[in-house]
């Protein structure tokens, strides 16, 4: 049986390799390197009136998602779809993220979730969610001891 010599650097590159596995397979790359699903990135405003919520999801239609809101988050789903070609003469390399995402955004207060609207405009989805007038006009004196 023949020792190999001990390689610090080695060990280092393993854990980079196991760590990047791990993230991989956290936002849904398969073994084989295909990617599965996408977490499209939100950003969430907040005025006296209401919440507004953007979605980034380029490359969707609007009848591809599915938003469904209760008074306290803001759940959407769709799927981004890939398009089938072929390539006779060389490699095909593809970054873009296929397949199916959900997000479930909690919201900080209270909506009144019959009256959401929705704009669907450049690749981001827009929403607009009212608050309820209790949380409006909630303030709340605060005692000083």
Do not use: C, W
């Not at 590159?13 to 993230?23: A, K």
């Not at 390539?87 to 959900?102: A, L, T």
């Not at 929705?118 to 000083?144: C, F, M, Q, S, W």
């Amino acid at each position: 049986m023949r020792l190999a010599p001990y390689s610090p650097f080695r060990e280092i590159e393993t854990m980079q390799r196991q760590i990047n596995r791990l993230f991989d397979n956290l936002v849904g790359f398969t073994e084989d390197g295909y990617n599965t699903s996408f977490i499209p990135a939100a950003e969430i405003e907040e005025t006296e009136q209401a919440l507004h919520l953007k979605l980034e999801v380029p490359g969707l239609e609007p009848k591809d998602l599915n938003v469904e809101v209760t008074a306290d988050a803001v759940s959407i789903s769709g799927e981004r779809k890939s398009e089938t070609r072929t390539e006779e003469q060389g490699m095909v390399r593809s970054e873009f993220r296929y397949g199916k995402f959900q997000r479930l955004i909690p919201l900080p207060t209270r909506i009144q979730n019959n009256n959401v609207q929705a704009e669907y405009k450049d690749g981001i989805l827009h929403l607009t969610l009212p608050k309820t007038e209790e949380e409006k006009n909630k303030v709340v004196k605060v005692t000083i001891q």
